[in-house]
């Protein structure tokens, strides 16, 4: 009745087409639940069965190299240029997919703050487990300055005038690679390869 490695393309069985079915019209996490599927099953069935596999990422409006570009994304830190040449894809490729696929452009962003989340947590584990100071103190200057933790400076402008100056965010104007290179320091050095 089923199948146990579909490797040559072999038609989906009832109860993997139902799970497509609800992939395309609501999302993985309702599609689990429906068939009573947990991740780990899920993952092997995109693992081993080529019809399943694409199957599912045609219901979730990309292809089979816009799914590989997905997994290897944030394998190389979200840094686009990297994963564009761990693919033999031209950087012009990504932003053509980004620009007309909607689904892609989506799951690249869904991606990215995934990745964020990941950098957060080392921060997190920074201040709360190693107790490390300086980055307390970048968290507390950044992430609560709303209570009051912003850094200003006065300065004699003239011998008559005296104001105040807000430190600005030194990354602002950068461009997403300038930052994706900095984002790949930070996890060098927080020993995260």
């Not at 490390?132 to 003239?158: A, P, W």
């Not at 430190?167 to 950068?174: D, H, P, Q, S, V």
């Amino acid at each position: 009745m089923g199948t146990k490695n579909n490797k040559k393309g072999k038609p989906l069985t009832k109860i993997q087409q139902k799970f497509i079915s609800v992939v395309r019209n609501s999302d993985l996490c309702d599609a689990l639940e429906v068939c009573n599927w947990t991740g780990e099953k899920f993952e092997k069935l995109l693992s081993t069965n080529c019809s399943f596999k694409k199957a599912y990422y045609e219901a979730k409006g990309l292809t089979l190299k816009q799914a590989e570009f997905l997994r290897i994304f944030p394998k190389k830190l979200c840094n686009i240029s990297k994963t564009c040449l761990a693919m033999s894809i031209n950087r012009k490729t990504f932003y053509r997919w980004k620009e007309s696929n909607p689904e892609f452009a989506q799951e690249v962003e869904n991606t990215r703050e995934g990745f964020y989340d990941d950098v957060e947590n080392i921060i997190y584990e920074k201040i709360f487990i190693e107790k490390d100071t300086s980055v307390l103190i970048y968290f507390t200057k950044t992430r609560m300055k709303h209570r009051g933790y912003v850094e200003k400076q006065e300065h004699n402008i003239n011998a008559n005038v005296k104001g105040q100056m807000e430190i600005t965010n030194k990354y602002a104007g950068l461009s997403i690679d300038e930052l994706d290179e900095i984002e790949k320091d930070l996890r060098n050095k927080a020993g995260l390869k």
